[in-house]
């Protein structure tokens, strides 16, 4: 099995930062890309942020230039470090990814997502 943990959310005040981490863990082979995604309430959820195993990133515009996804492949663990935070950012954090696993023998893909983590940001 795989588990997604995730960390770092809180509540900061507009302009503040946070940084989220999210751990993978368990029986992965390889994982090809993780992300971020967020889900405020009556909101469809939306990608932030995608990082691939070749380190190409993909950014929501509404996050270009004070976002910033990274990843750390020998921890299996990605991170979003998030600065002049708006109010509008507010929202369910959800890590993301997609990944390979060798099950009962085969190798195939699989896509697994976080338990999710709260940011607000109000003054």
């Known amino acids: 099995q795989v588990q997604l943990v995730e960390s770092g959310g809180g509540l900061v005040q507009p302009g503040g930062s946070l940084r989220l981490s999210c751990a993978a863990s368990g029986s992965i082979f390889s994982i090809n890309a993780m992300g971020w995604y967020r889900q405020a309430p009556g909101v469809q959820r939306e990608l932030v942020a995608v990082?691939?195993?070749?380190?190409?990133?993909n950014y929501a515009d509404s996050v270009k230039g004070r976002f910033t996804i990274s990843r750390d492949n020998a921890k299996n663990t990605v991170y979003l470090q998030m600065n002049s935070l708006k109010p509008d950012d507010t929202a369910v954090y959800y890590c993301n990814a997609d990944l390979v696993r060798r099950v009962g023998g085969v190798y195939g893909k699989y896509e697994y997502w976080g338990q999710g983590t709260q940011v607000t940001v109000s003054s």
């Open positions: 990082i691939t195993g070749g380190d190409s990133t």
